[in-house]
């Protein structure tokens, strides 16, 4: 049974859900602003970027629905355990709900390498690069069917829910009350060894392609003389990188604290549930920031955006003054 004086309204589902789609309505429409900015506002200098942004921007947005209005989690740490608030409660199931989401945050990181290796590309000096189409397409083709399939062997184990259910109640014996709810499903016990190789060589395979694309880039960018390439191309270069690091550094900042306070959580074994749901607001924001950083970093998409804002202020003001001198023809 629950602790009735512990459950407080930020302990609750219905806080969790409604700050969720609130934080989507912030998120989304950020969202569609960059996607047009991307379509429409790239510069010509930029062209060759243009999919990876668009393929970025897309699995950000696609992880955004997810955590917001799809799944909604709503995470009992220490435990690894959670239930679905979102709309596809009742059609999905938690365990493949989970899949999708590990993949969505995993995709992400494909995405992170498909920019970082055109910049690579970009490079003169440069000769091992994936420099034709077709190789490219089967190179993503292949580390996004690599991650579905190396992560899903967990998912297809079958659990006993019941027991691992008392071991979470063991550890909290105190959750809150959506704990006790029928969808409640616990994802791990804590010794298993799949998932441990799962994560491991998942995001080994993302963290080592990343590691090679920024570091081969930075190598030649600053060790390797080249007579034939400007030291204004060379700057360019160097000044993109430092865009698309950025692009990905400032939502990554965001999301720090929920990692470390759920690594926090789980070492000392600490359960609160206000605590769990703020966390996992700040998770959910990562698709704002992540949005927000390229419209700011970007000087085409923020120029863009300032134009924007103050051609409505101006019109706003337009407008006021005629309304003004009108009256005052009137009344004069």
């Not at 506002?41 to 942004?53: I, N, Q, V, Y």
């Not at 909290?172 to 994560?199: A, W």
């Amino acid at each position: 049974m629950f602790c009735e004086e512990n459950h407080t309204y930020y302990w609750s589902g219905d806080y969790l859900r409604n700050c969720y789609h609130i934080t989507a309505l912030f998120s989304v429409p950020m969202s569609v602003l960059l996607f047009y900015c991307i379509f429409y506002k790239t510069p010509k200098r930029m062209e060759s970027m243009k999919p990876a942004l668009i393929n970025l921007q897309f699995w950000t947005t696609n992880l955004d629905f997810v955590l917001t209005i799809f799944s909604c989690p709503y995470i009992f740490f220490p435990s690894a355990s959670g239930r679905p608030l979102g709309i596809l409660s009742d059609y999905i199931s938690v365990k493949w709900q989970s899949y999708y989401g590990q993949l969505s945050v995993m995709y992400i990181g494909v995405a992170l390498i498909m920019l970082y290796e055109n910049r690579q590309s970009q490079i003169m000096t440069i000769t091992f690069k994936l420099s034709k189409k077709r190789t490219r397409i089967i190179y993503y083709a292949a580390n996004y069917i690599a991650l579905s399939i190396i992560v899903l062997p967990f998912y297809m184990t079958e659990t006993n829910q019941s027991e691992l259910i008392e071991m979470v109640l063991d550890r909290i014996p105190c959750p809150s009350v959506e704990f006790f709810d029928n969808s409640t499903y616990v994802l791990l016990r804590g010794d298993e060894k799949i998932p441990f190789f799962s994560i491991t060589i998942s995001t080994s395979l993302v963290v080592f392609q990343t590691l090679f694309f920024v570091l081969h880039s930075l190598y030649h960018l600053t060790m390797i003389k080249n007579h034939k390439v400007s030291k204004n191309t060379k700057e360019m270069q160097k000044k993109y990188l430092v865009c698309v690091t950025t692009q990905f550094s400032i939502p990554l900042l965001v999301i720090i604290f929920p990692i470390c306070y759920s690594l926090y959580s789980d070492r000392f074994n600490y359960y609160n549930q206000a605590y769990n749901n703020n966390a996992m607001l700040m998770m959910a924001t990562h698709g704002f920031f992540s949005s927000f950083s390229a419209l700011y970093i970007y000087k085409h998409y923020r120029d863009f955006c300032l134009q924007l804002i103050f051609r409505k202020k101006n019109r706003r003001i337009s407008v006021t003054t005629t309304n003004r001198m009108s009256l005052a023809s009137i009344t004069g």
